[in-house]
């Protein structure tokens, strides 16, 4: 059990267009999910906390209007990256809270965005 | 605030044992974890412990964790190729808003060798 799937796992697009990540669990319900970006050797940096049904919560320095995330549903949280530019290349990874008493996070695969 | 270090590499011959350290700074943190990385891949949960325990084992892994050095280890037996990957240790601390947020070590490379 605890699998979360991510969609895509690879994506090349042009400077200025939206990309949407999805981050999916597949056997839990999941009312928190997390946003992650990590660089090329570089530990995870936690982006945003979606809660399903709420507004997400934004970490410092991450722009809440670039990096859009909708949690409509118990399985589903959606990021779109916003009229990407080269500086937002980078490895996306989402996981999701499964169990609230041992508190554990299960992570996707990670999606590599590269923006031309 | 709170901060993860961790040895960035370690080399060890395939069968002997490998143990990677971690220290945090957060005492408040309830739970400690291990996640695994392969390359190109997502982190697996390799395993946790909980901040009142001394040790934990499961398998060919054991978590041990002095909470008074905010010292924790991870300690694979007869290490296999397949075993090369990145660890990651990580706290949960910095509770808000009712969760707690990870935080992450930097990575440990474990490079396995014949």
């Known amino acids: 059990g605890a699998v979360v799937s991510q969609h895509p796992s690879r994506v090349i697009c042009k400077s200025g267009t939206s990309v949407k990540i999805e981050c999916r669990s597949l056997?839990?319900?999941?009312?928190?999910m997390f946003w992650y970006r990590q660089f090329p050797k570089q530990s995870l940096m936690l982006m945003a906390t979606?809660?399903?049904?709420?507004?997400?919560?934004?970490e410092q320095g991450v722009e809440k209007d670039k990096f859009l995330i909708n949690h409509a549903s118990l399985t589903l949280s959606t990021l779109t990256v916003t009229s990407a530019h080269p500086e937002d290349s980078s490895f996306y990874i989402c996981?999701?809270?499964?169990?609230?008493?041992?508190?554990?996070?299960?992570f996707g695969p990670g999606t590599r965005l590269t923006v031309l | 605030g709170e901060d993860v270090e961790q040895s960035l590499f370690l080399s060890v011959r395939e069968g002997d044992s490998s143990v990677i350290n971690c220290t945090y700074t957060?005492?408040?943190?309830?739970?400690l974890y291990w996640y695994k990385q392969e390359p190109g891949a997502g982190l697996q949960l390799l395993t946790y412990?909980?901040?009142?325990?001394d040790m934990k084992q499961d398998q060919r892994l054991t978590v041990l964790l002095n909470k008074k050095d905010k010292h924790l280890s991870l300690r694979i037996a007869d290490t296999q190729t397949g075993d090369s990957a990145i660890y990651f240790c990580?706290?949960?601390?910095?509770?808000?808003?009712?969760?707690?947020?990870?935080?992450f070590g930097a990575g440990t490379r474990l490079a396995v060798h014949p």
């Open positions: 996981s999701a809270r499964r169990d609230r008493i041992v508190d554990t996070q299960y």
């Open positions: 056997d839990f319900q999941a009312t928190t």
């Open positions: 979606s809660n399903e049904g709420s507004k997400a919560t934004y």
């Open positions: 957060d005492s408040s943190s309830t739970y």
């Open positions: 412990i909980f901040s009142n325990m």
């Open positions: 990580a706290e949960n601390g910095d509770q808000a808003g009712g969760y707690n947020k990870l935080i």
